[in-house]
Each structure stands twice: as structure tokens, then as C-alpha cells.
């Protein structure tokens, strides 16, 4: 589309968004009058329908007691399964595939105790560089578990000198060099400080072909960029759901695990009651005996105060549509980076783009630059409403959520910048 760097068009756009609906089916935070929330990759905005639910269950545990395990249209006891349904269909998989569990880091320990098995020669793991602290950690500490160093165990796939993101045939060649070596692949699915996106695919591909497991924390994909986890073969993958998916600080996280796995109740796990076959679990057997779905890899019964936002927001998901959510998700983007280059044309600055501008290799965020003067420019951007996000020493992230923001959002936040640039010229 060709973009006007108007305020008229902005409108225009607005009122062409097929989702522009789906912005009241959130509590937009009182922001000081023309600021706008643009921290959706770290706190999702809660939605609407969400007290009421959790209203609901506080009924169900006051009047049923008990009896709620069995009772009512979703009894607690099952209450983890619709979020399967759900859940699978924005990460490409089957229900069987997809549980809604535990948390990011959790899962990722609890799922590399079955799929890291170092043998003899083939006791590798490789990752991107620069990742989200929590995953180096869980990473190390496997490793140091098997017995085994980190610092030799542990690759770290780098961007090039002078550059932000990795290259794909980089990615690649480190797997296929490191080939018999290679246990597991395990990577970002977007990397939250670039908001790269990464060939999830072709990694996949590239692992298996070199004999190892492939795995991605999909914290910052998960309910933003495409997935196809089944398709693409990939192993497992463990999620946050307090980003994206909208489901409130520390909600219940998720984990996938391919179908050729799931049955496998043969492998090793890391063992709790709620990972028995439905019909077992209350059985209180001495033996354990997994469900052949990746419910087997459950160990507690379901967190239900945990996991009750993230239902009103896999709604708003479902009626809203990924397709669309996608197609918005892009276009906004697009708007974004057009404005900013609008605003800031013909002064000395122009601030340094670290997101891939290529559509298949960012999702939501735009991460950018500001050098020297990104603390002053961010608290700026802070104290006109415009909630951001600053990673020192001088990256800003901007996420427009397709669900909420809007076109004109960004209009102003743009006209904000761009109205800076003077002072923020010279050298990033
Ligand atoms: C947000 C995030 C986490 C957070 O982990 P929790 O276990 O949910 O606290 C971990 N990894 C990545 C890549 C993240 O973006």
C-alpha cells in the first residue's frame, strides 16, 4: 500500500481495519492524553472479559467447593483441555500437540529432561547469541546437570562484527559444522532484543539433517508471527503467555511437542500425577502411566486462577482470526518504519532501525537505536504517555499489537519522534 505521512491517512487506514472492533475488548491503561501503550511484547493488556471470568470461578470455588473438579460446564479437572484447541491452532499443531502449563522456563527445563540426552560425542547445544538471559541459564544449568562443562558444550551462534542479527547461512553452516557433535538446537523463535525473526523451518531442517533435536522458546512469537510447528517438524517449543496472549503477569505458559513424540510414552520424563492418562490420574496407581498426548508431560493439576485470562484472550484470538491479526500485525509495521523515515527526513539523525525490515523476518517489534541519547529520548516518549521500552544502554522497543493499537497510535508516536530528531543528531 502507499503510505501518505498524514494524520487524514492514519484515520483512513483506522477506519478500514477489519479488527478495530477487538480494541475494546481490552482495558487500555489511562495514559496521559495523546500517549499510547506500545509494550505488548512485554505486558499483553488485559482483556475485558477477563474479570468476570475470574468472578466466575471465585463463585464456582465458593458455592461448589470441592465438587468444581467435576462439576459445571468446565470442570476444573479438564479445565487445561480447550486451551489445547485453542492454542494449537496459533502455533500450527495438532490439540494432542499443544498443553497449556507451568511456565516458559519450567517447561523448557521440564521438556529438555526428555529431549537432551547427551551421548557419547553427541552432547552439543546450540543457540543464538544475545538471548533472553533465562534461556542461556536453563541452557548452562542442563548442561552442568549431565555432568558436563558449559563452556564447551554450549555454542553460541553470533551476528557478524558491525551487524545486529544473525545471518541465516551462518545459523546454518554452525549447525552442519558441528554436525555428529549436535544434541539439540535450541533458539528464539523471534529474538526479543532485535525482534529478528528466525527460519524456524529451515533450522529445523538443518538440525535434523545433522542427527539433533530442535527446539524454540516462542515467547515473542507465540500469538505474533506465523507458526507451523507440526508442519515443520520441529520438537518441541515452550511459550510465555503474558506477552502476546494477554494473559497477565506470571500466567500459565505452554509447551509443544511433535505428535511422532507425544505417543512415545516409552520416554523419559520428568514425572507428576497429572501427566497419567485421564482415567488413571485419580486412580492414585503406584504405577505411572503417561497419556499418550503431551498432557503426559503435565505434573500438576491446572493453576485455574493462572490460566483464566488466557482464555478471554484465546477468544478475542479465535473470533479476531490469525490471518487478520497477521495481515495488521504487518502493515503496521510497515506504517511504522515509513513514518519514522517521513519524520525524520532532512534532519542530521536518523535513528538506527536493529529490526530486519524484511517481512518475513520481524513480527510486531521494531527495535531501533537511539545511541547517546536514547535514555533522554525514552524518558521523553515516558512522560508523554508513550509506554516503550528501553534496553540499555540504548535500544527502544515499539510493539504495536494488532489487536489494540491503533494506526493512529503510531501517527503520533511518530510525529513525537521525528519532532526530536534535532537534538538527537550525530552518530548513533
Ligand atoms: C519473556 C521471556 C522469558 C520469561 O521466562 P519466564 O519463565 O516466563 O519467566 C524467557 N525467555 C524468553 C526468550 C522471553 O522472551
Same mark, same amino acid.
Given at each position: 500500500?502507499?503510505?501518505?505521512?498524514?494524520?487524514?491517512?492514519?484515520?483512513?487506514?483506522?477506519?478500514?481495519?477489519?479488527?478495530?472492533?477487538?480494541?475494546?475488548?481490552?482495558?487500555?491503561?489511562?495514559?496521559?492524553?495523546?500517549?499510547?501503550?506500545?509494550?505488548?511484547?512485554?505486558?499483553?493488556?488485559?482483556?475485558?472479559?477477563?474479570?468476570?471470568?475470574?468472578?466466575?470461578?471465585?463463585?464456582?470455588?465458593?458455592?461448589?467447593?470441592?465438587?468444581?473438579?467435576?462439576?459445571?460446564?468446565?470442570?476444573?479437572?479438564?479445565?487445561?483441555?480447550?486451551?489445547?484447541?485453542?492454542?494449537?491452532?496459533?502455533?500450527?499443531?495438532?490439540?494432542?500437540?499443544?498443553?497449556?502449563?507451568?511456565?516458559?522456563?519450567?517447561?523448557?527445563?521440564?521438556?529438555?529432561?526428555?529431549?537432551?540426552?547427551?551421548?557419547?560425542?553427541?552432547?552439543?547445544?546450540?543457540?543464538?547469541?544475545?538471548?533472553?538471559?533465562?534461556?542461556?541459564?536453563?541452557?548452562?544449568?542442563?548442561?552442568?546437570?549431565?555432568?558436563?562443562?558449559?563452556?564447551?558444550?554450549?555454542?553460541?551462534?553470533?551476528?557478524?562484527?558491525?551487524?545486529?542479527?544473525?545471518?541465516?547461512?551462518?545459523?546454518?553452516?554452525?549447525?552442519?559444522?558441528?554436525?555428529?557433535?549436535?544434541?539439540?538446537?535450541?533458539?528464539?523463535?523471534?529474538?526479543?532484543?532485535?525482534?529478528?525473526?528466525?527460519?524456524?523451518?529451515?533450522?529445523?531442517?538443518?538440525?535434523?539433517?545433522?542427527?539433533?533435536?530442535?527446539?524454540?522458546?516462542?515467547?515473542?512469537?507465540?500469538?505474533?508471527?506465523?507458526?507451523?510447528?507440526?508442519?515443520?517438524?520441529?520438537?518441541?517449543?515452550?511459550?510465555?503467555?503474558?506477552?502476546?496472549?494477554?494473559?497477565?503477569?506470571?500466567?500459565?505458559?505452554?509447551?509443544?511437542?511433535?505428535?511422532?513424540?507425544?505417543?512415545?510414552?516409552? $520416554? +523419559? !520424563? #520428568? @514425572?507428576?500425577?497429572? %501427566?497419567? &492418562?485421564? /482415567?488413571?490420574?485419580?486412580?492414585?496407581?503406584?504405577?505411572?502411566?503417561?497419556?499418550?498426548?503431551?498432557?503426559?508431560?503435565?505434573?500438576?493439576?491446572?493453576?485455574?486462577?493462572?490460566?483464566?485470562?488466557?482464555?478471554?484472550?484465546?477468544?478475542?484470538?479465535?473470533?479476531?482470526?490469525?490471518?487478520?491479526?497477521?495481515?495488521?500485525?504487518?502493515?503496521?509495521?510497515?506504517?511504522?518504519?515509513?513514518?519514522?523515515?517521513?519524520?525524520?527526513?532532512?534532519?542530521?539523525?536518523?535513528?538506527?532501525?536493529?529490526?530486519?525490515?524484511?517481512?518475513?523476518?520481524?513480527?510486531?517489534?521494531?527495535?531501533?537505536?537511539?545511541?547517546?541519547?536514547?535514555?533522554?529520548?525514552?524518558?521523553?516518549?515516558?512522560?508523554?504517555?508513550?509506554?516503550?521500552?528501553?534496553?540499555?544502554?540504548?535500544?527502544?522497543?515499539?510493539?504495536?499489537?494488532?489487536?489494540?493499537?491503533?494506526?493512529?497510535? $503510531? +501517527? !503520533? #508516536? @511518530?510525529?513525537?519522534? %521525528?519532532? &526530536?530528531? /534535532?537534538?538527537?543528531?550525530?552518530?548513533?
Amino acid at each position: 500500500m502507499k503510505f501518505k505521512a498524514t494524520l487524514t491517512f492514519a484515520k483512513t487506514l483506522d477506519k478500514a481495519d477489519p479488527l478495530k472492533k477487538y480494541r475494546d475488548k481490552f482495558i487500555i491503561p489511562q495514559l496521559k492524553e495523546g500517549g499510547a501503550y506500545f509494550c505488548g511484547n512485554s505486558l499483553g493488556l488485559q482483556p475485558a472479559a477477563a474479570p468476570e471470568l475470574f468472578g466466575k470461578e471465585l463463585r464456582r470455588w465458593a458455592e461448589d467447593a470441592v465438587e468444581g473438579h467435576f462439576t459445571g460446564a468446565q470442570p476444573w479437572a479438564e479445565y487445561h483441555e480447550v486451551y489445547a484447541t485453542l492454542l494449537a491452532e496459533i502455533v500450527g499443531a495438532k490439540t494432542k500437540e499443544v498443553v497449556a502449563m507451568n511456565s516458559l522456563t519450567v517447561n523448557l527445563h521440564l521438556l529438555m529432561a526428555t529431549f537432551y540426552q547427551p551421548v557419547k560425542g553427541r552432547t552439543k547445544i546450540l543457540t543464538e547469541k544475545g538471548s533472553f538471559s533465562s534461556d542461556r541459564y536453563a541452557l548452562r544449568s542442563q548442561i552442568e546437570l549431565r555432568g558436563l562443562n558449559p563452556d564447551d558444550h554450549l555454542i553460541e551462534v553470533a551476528p557478524r562484527k558491525g551487524e545486529h542479527t544473525l545471518r541465516k547461512e551462518d545459523v546454518l553452516k554452525a549447525i552442519k559444522d558441528c554436525g555428529e557433535e549436535l544434541a539439540l538446537v535450541m533458539m528464539g523463535g523471534v529474538n526479543y532484543y532485535t525482534g529478528q525473526v528466525f527460519p524456524m523451518k529451515e533450522i529445523t531442517a538443518a538440525a535434523h539433517k545433522a542427527g539433533a533435536v530442535c527446539a524454540f522458546d516462542l515467547a515473542h512469537a507465540v500469538g505474533n508471527v506465523p507458526l507451523e510447528l507440526h508442519k515443520w517438524n520441529v520438537d518441541f517449543a515452550v511459550w510465555c503467555s503474558y506477552k502476546y496472549l494477554n494473559a497477565g503477569p506470571g500466567a500459565v505458559g505452554g509447551a509443544f511437542i511433535h505428535e511422532r513424540h507425544v505417543k512415545r510414552t516409552d $520416554l +523419559f !520424563r #520428568l @514425572a507428576g500425577w497429572w %501427566g497419567n &492418562r485421564k /482415567e488413571d490420574r485419580f486412580a492414585m496407581k503406584e504405577e505411572f502411566n503417561p497419556s499418550a498426548t503431551v498432557d503426559g508431560w503435565q505434573l500438576s493439576n491446572a493453576p485455574i486462577f493462572n490460566m483464566i485470562a488466557l482464555k478471554a484472550s484465546l477468544d478475542i484470538f479465535e473470533a479476531a482470526g490469525m490471518k487478520k491479526i497477521q495481515n495488521k500485525r504487518q502493515q503496521m509495521t510497515e506504517w511504522l518504519e515509513f513514518l519514522l523515515k517521513e519524520k525524520c527526513k532532512g534532519k542530521k539523525y536518523s535513528l538506527r532501525l536493529i529490526t530486519p525490515s524484511g517481512e518475513k523476518e520481524r513480527g510486531a517489534q521494531f527495535s531501533f537505536d537511539a545511541g547517546k541519547k536514547a535514555e533522554q529520548l525514552f524518558k521523553e516518549l515516558s512522560k508523554a504517555g508513550f509506554v516503550t521500552d528501553l534496553r540499555k544502554p540504548s535500544v527502544i522497543r515499539i510493539t504495536p499489537a494488532p489487536l489494540y493499537n491503533s494506526y493512529e497510535e $503510531l +501517527f !503520533r #508516536l @511518530a510525529e513525537f519522534i %521525528g519532532e &526530536r530528531c /534535532e537534538w538527537l543528531k550525530g552518530k548513533v
